[in-house]
């Protein structure tokens, strides 16, 4: 690890805090249709206070909570003599408190799904050790010898987002607009903890992918900017000559990245969360001592770069682009590696690195000339090639867009060719769906970004999210990259950046660092 950049991580740490809240508010899950995976929840009213062996009750704590949950366990006539077993059930949305999480298959370690059985030996305020992310908790009595009165359930909670910075959205904006800026805004800072972490509820990892889509929706929200520098820093104690940066690395509990988690594109995106730090913060300083590594990325990228002009893969290392099974890569990881090289030019022209700003743009234009040549095919108007056995993606062609590989008109028609197309991979993440709308946006497509915005984060909000979910394809709810949706996280850093688009392009607000 690089000292030196490991104690400017350790002396930037991102302060957490938050309130309690408490509930004693039953509900019933019920079969739904309408409802996401068909369960819904119906108000029971308040708790009452005393059980016995065989009670069970399901609280809702009234919005997503990531923290420390206690209650307050006594007795209700004479002196508990017994232990207490509870068993307890933590869910982000209705279907994982109705399913029963026994029937776990898939990919994924069930050790991700939160229940407890503890044990209680005394009354008084049991606190449980561990963080957990939920709406819904479930109480079973297994086991109590004499009736015990179970109450004030509470949540410790916990973020680094200062939520008191957000700016409303002005009066008269479009509800669903309202609507799903403020699920952003609660899952990013959901996900806004010591780190960026993908998901509260799973992985609890810092991501390069992610933390650039949150760093930028938080330029928005909460603007924390030492948390952004806190992770900058963090990666670049991970930095090993010859190598890309790790995919994502863990905190705790000390720094530790896995040697097997190479992913090219994220370690490209990693300059590109360094140049969007720099337009938000203005911090020449770090932006300074970063910069050598995001460069580092880059030369790497390059040198990794075929006879023909297209980029190859680090031995060991993968990419990773979207879950979309079966998707071939190399198309859209030359369209990322084009993408930060832009960006990388405008940062060195900005923090006064001209001649990297001149060789950043020569390289941009001869490499977006040979992905044309050699990615592109004419005849069927769209890019497919051999790197990518001829596979047709929305991937490949929005991140070709993005590279400015093709524009306007021209990049409009293959765009609209490809979406909804059933010949084509279509994307599956909220991540994948960002960079269309980043496309779309790049070629001036502002009403049907808008548009599309709308339909799919919208999707999600009619369907009753309260915070984004990591996997959504309309039409397909049980659509999973992990073999079980128990396993997804529906609380999703990578979801939250229709927060930056509503506020960057599409409303006004007061004090917006863009406008
Ligand atoms: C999953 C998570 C995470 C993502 C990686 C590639 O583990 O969804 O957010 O960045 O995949």
Known sequence: ??????????????????????????????????????????????????????????????????GILSFQLTHVQSYLDAPVCLRLKFGEIPYEIDTDFKNHRGELISSWLSEEIIYVDFPGKV?????????????????????????DFAVHKSTSADERKMQPLPAGT????????????????????????????????LWIGDLRLQALTDSCLFQNHKLVKHCLYLFAACQKDGQYLPGCLYDKP?????????ITDYALLYAVTLCDYYTYSKDMETTLDLYPVAKKQVELAASLHDEKGIITFLDGWSSFID?????????????????????????????GKKEDAGEYRAALQKTRECAYKNLFDPQKNTFCNVYDNNQYSVQAQVW??????????????????????????????????????EAMIRIGRMEEALDYIKNYWGGMVQAGADTFWEVYVPGNPTLTPYGNLLLHSWCHAWSCSPAYFIRTYFVTVQNSPMH
């Open 174 to 205: 479009d509800p669903l607009l309202v609507s799903i800026d403020s699920v952003a805004a609660k899952t990013l800072a959901e996900c806004m903890q010591e780190v960026y972490e993908d998901g509260p509820k799973r992985d609890h990892r």
């Open 127 to 151: 606190t449980l050790p561990r963080r957990y992310a939920f709406r819904y908790l479930e109480v079973e009595i297994l086991k109590t010898r004499q009736p015990v009165k179970l109450t």
């Open 400 to 437: 070709m867009i993005l590279g400015g590989v093709v524009e306007g008109e021209e990049a409009w028609t293959i765009l609209t060719q490809c979406l909804s197309n059933d010949d084509y991979i279509q994307p599956v993440t909220p991540y994948m769906h960002h960079y269309v709308v």
């Open 323 to 351: 879950w979309a099974e079966g998707l071939k890569t190399t198309t859209a990881v030359e369209g990322v590696y084009l993408y930060t090289l832009e960006k990388m030019a405008e940062l060195a022209e900005a923090i």
């Open 1 to 66: 690890m690089n000292a030196y950049y490991l104690k400017k991580a350790k002396d930037n740490m991102p302060d957490c805090a938050g309130g309690t809240r408490y509930s004693d508010d039953i509900v019933e899950l019920i079969a739904d249709e309408r409802a996401h995976l068909g369960v819904g929840v119906k108000p029971l009213g308040k708790n009452r206070e005393s059980f016995v062996t065989g009670d069970r009750f399901v609280l809702d704590f009234g919005e997503h909570c990531v």
């Open 254 to 262: 000390e720094l530790f990245y896995d040697e097997g988690m190479g």
